[in-house]
Each structure stands twice: as C-alpha cells, then as structure tokens.
T-cell receptor, first 115, second 109 residues
Framework: GAGVSQTPSNKVTEKGKYVELRCDPI?????LYWYRQSLGQGPEFLIY????????DSGLPNDRFFAVRPEGSVSTLKIQRTERGDSAVYLC?????????????FGPGTRLTVL | DAKTTQPTSMDCAEGRAANLPCNHS???????VYWYRQIHSQGPQYIIH???NNETNEMASLIITEDRKSSTLILPHATLRDTAVYYC??????????FGGGTRLMVKP
C-alpha cells in the first residue's frame, strides 16, 4: 500500500514569509509525528498527534510553529515569519495503533530553504 | 538528549557482516532499543527493536548484552545499498523517537 507522503518535496521561501507543509499518513494510522532534521544531524521531534489532537507539542521551537490535523488524517505544519534558521528537512511519520512501542513509518520529507 | 552513544562512522566490505555497536548505559527497565537507518535523501526506515532478548528479522539481528547497557546491530551480508546512517534509539513509553547522531556506515565494493 501507499506509504507516508509529504508535499511539497522542496520549498524555497524568503525570510518573513509563511509556509505550509503537508503530510498524508498511511491510511488508518491514528498517530502522526513531525520531526525536523538539520544538515548532518539526526531528526528532532516537533509534535505528536493522536487522532485530531496534539498529544505532545513539546518539541515545537517557538510560537511561530503550529500544526493541525483537523480530521485525524492529513496534517499541516505551519510556520509563520520564517527565519533562515528554519531551513531544514521536515519529516512526517505515522504509526498504528496508538504508538507506544510501534514502528513509525516516515515520509521522504520536505526540504525547506529560507533565503 | 539522546541516551545512546555510537561511533560516528564505520566501513564494511561488501558481502561481509556489518556490526554496529551502541552504548546505552543509562537504559531503564521499561525502555526498548530501536534501530532505524536513513539512506541519503530519504526518511528514516525502521530496522528492528528489542527489550532484552536477541532479535532477528529479514533485515538484521539485534544482540543486547545481559546488563542491557549496550547492543549490536548485525547486517549479516552487507550490500552497497546498506550504505546509510544507522540510528540506535532508546525508547520509553513516550511516543517520540529521540535520535542521536548515528553511525554513518559505508559499504565498499
């Protein structure tokens, strides 16, 4: 079946602009995660959804970052007033059932470049 | 902070076994050891996980020491396609994965 998909694959924007990154999880997966990966480093956790609600948003770096999952499937990560330091690959993962020790399936990521 | 320590890089000859070590001396009783790998320009891929017993699947074997303070991921017959960054992760009941720097494995012909 289809894996986790993310769009766009690449996004170039200017400092100060607003961007939205989309994640389509595997059908039926109730848990969804966002991570951010800077060059040469491992992914860093941002936020975790269980269904429609954000169960853990402790990894969001500041209030410019926000994510939603209104129908419990597709999720959108939103970044306001982008900064050059936001440049990274943004990864989405999903798992099922609710994810305590279950495998997370990752998408290919969205490469965000802030000029 | 990551709870694991891994070598930064390793080389392996094609067709030979690749043994990737990981130290997790502060692991607690309810924490599992997970391994993921990330091939260039792709998202991380799950390999295997275990609690205290050794585990094997179609991709790899996981050997966990009796005191659980370290483990080794074994790729029995490495191929060029196994070139990747391998992450050893200690995971508790929390849902997120905490990645460290990983080991960059280079499989050479």
């Amino acid at each position: 079946g289809a894996g986790v998909s993310q769009t766009p694959s690449n996004k170039v924007t200017e400092k100060g602009k607003y961007v939205e990154l989309r994640c389509d999880p595997i059908s039926g997966h109730t848990a969804l995660y966002w991570y951010r990966q800077s060059l040469g480093q491992g992914p860093e956790f941002l936020i975790y959804f269980q269904g429609t609600g954000a169960a853990d948003d402790s990894g969001l770096p500041n209030d410019r970052f926000f994510a939603v999952r209104p129908e419990g499937s597709v999720s959108t990560l939103k970044i306001q007033r982008t900064e050059r330091g936001d440049s990274a690959v943004y990864l989405c993962a999903s798992s099922s059932p609710p994810g305590t020790y279950n495998e997370q399936f990752f998408g290919p990521g969205t490469r965000l470049t802030v000029l | 902070d990551a709870k694991t320590t891994q070598p930064t890089s390793m080389d392996c000859a094609e067709g030979r076994a690749a043994n990737l070590p990981c130290n997790h001396s502060t692991i607690s009783g309810n924490e599992y050891v997970y391994w993921y790998r990330q091939i260039h320009s792709q998202g991380p891929q799950y390999i295997i996980h275990g609690l205290k017993n050794n585990e094997t699947n179609e991709m790899a074997s996981l050997i966990i020491t009796e005191d659980r303070k370290s483990s080794t991921l074994i790729l029995p017959h490495a191929t060029l396609r196994d070139t990747a960054v391998y992450y050893c992760i200690v995971r508790d009941a929390g849902n997120m994965l905490t990645f460290g720097g990983g080991t960059r494995l280079m499989v050479k012909p």
